[in-house]
């Protein structure tokens, strides 16, 4: 029976870290959508629960980190990558795009146009990237209820087409924010955990064909890339 992403619990790592923790498993998320949708403060929110009226455009790439522990005995490092929506500054995102295994499209429901946009994002990420990236639509700024341009239920139908699931949050008024980070780090999880299922079966399968006892299959063996790490921000 497969799993699904309620069978998966998460819980954050809070306690500062000083000691280097083996790590066990390490994602990349980003935020994408166009100018002023509200990725940063998305970000800001979900990782020291603030947001800022008048945060200027972002220039360049950042990148934030969160500890999770995953089903009560993994330990996740998530890193989540901000970056301007502008134009103009698309040539840096060759770097921001890379390795990521999940990413939030963005667009303002108060703004037609920024939802129309998300397709042309979503074209960019699986462009940019060689994994199958996992994908969550955010419409956000929900507290601007009376300016909406975009109807709940357009949207959903239309990206439930494309089993593209779609949460709508306020940064401002912190809603769905932690849903919505939980929800796609969950359903990246899951992938990665299929993933290694399938491959511990293709070590057994490799060690059978020529005759080798499968009690010497070493976890390690699975999980050789694995690194340490220390996390550089905590919320
Ligand atoms: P770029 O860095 O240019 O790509 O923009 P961004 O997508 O990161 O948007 P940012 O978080 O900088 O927010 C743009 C503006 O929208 C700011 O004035 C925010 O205060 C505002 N904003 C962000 N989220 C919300 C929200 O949930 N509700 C409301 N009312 N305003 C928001």
Do not use: H
């Amino acid at each position: 029976m497969s799993k699904t992403e309620d069978d998966i619990t998460i819980e954050e790592i809070t306690s500062p870290i000083t000691e280097n923790i083996k790590e066990d498993l390490k994602l990349k998320l980003v935020l994408l959508g166009d100018s002023g949708v509200g990725k940063t403060n998305l970000i800001s929110r979900y990782i020291s629960n603030s947001f800022d009226e008048n945060t200027r455009a972002t220039i360049g790439v950042e990148f934030f980190c969160k500890n999770f522990r995953i089903n009560k005995k993994r330990t996740i490092k998530v890193e989540i990558w901000d970056t301007a929506g502008q134009e103009r500054y698309k040539a840096i995102t060759s770097v921001y795009y890379k390795g990521a295994k999940g990413a939030f499209i963005v667009y303002d429901i108060t703004s037609r146009k920024t939802f129309e946009n998300i397709d042309k994002w979503i074209g960019e990420i699986k462009e940019r990237t060689t994994d199958d990236v996992k994908l969550i639509i955010i419409g956000n700024k929900t507290d601007l209820n009376n300016e909406r341009e975009v109807k709940s239920e357009e949207a959903l139908i239309k990206y439930q087409d494309m089993d593209i699931p779609l949460i709508e949050t306020s940064a401002l008024e912190d809603t769905n924010v932690n849903e919505a980070f939980i929800n796609l780090i969950k359903i990246v999880y899951k992938d990665i955990a299929r993933k290694e299922i399938e491959e511990r079966k293709s070590i057994s399968d490799n060690k059978i064909s020529q005759g080798i006892d499968l009690k010497s299959i070493d976890e390690e063996e699975i999980n050789e890339n694995k690194e340490s790490f220390t996390c550089c921000l905590w919320s």
